[in-house]
């Protein structure tokens, strides 16, 4: 008897360029352009700020991240919490943080 084999065959997409792999991507409308949007588990270790809510994503905690289709590169992207993706059109922009303040 063979042992059994617990892996799954994938297509992978590796000719796209894009900053980060391609698992759930999408494309999603967002101030009347196109945004490439993944969703990440947040194992990375480091914080983000949303700018949905100006409220920090610890590490770990699963959120997304979206980028201009236009080609925008690292620089570009925008670390959001699920639900403040999800509420960007019904909300407004909640920014209260001073001028020198980090944009991070």
Known sequence: ???RRNRIDQPEDRGSGAP????L???EE???EEWVVQTVAGTAGRYYRCPGCDQEIPPGVGH???WPDH???VDDRRHWHRACWGARER???N????RGAPKY
Do not use: E, L, T
């Open 95 to 98: 920014i209260q943080r001073g």
């Open 91 to 93: 909300r407004g922009s």
């Open 30 to 32: 967002y101030r009347g």
């Open 64 to 66: 997304v991240v979206a």
């Open 1 to 3: 008897m063979s042992p």
């Open 71 to 73: 080609g925008g590169g």
């Open 20 to 23: 980060m792999g391609s698992s």
């Open 25 to 27: 991507r999408r494309v």
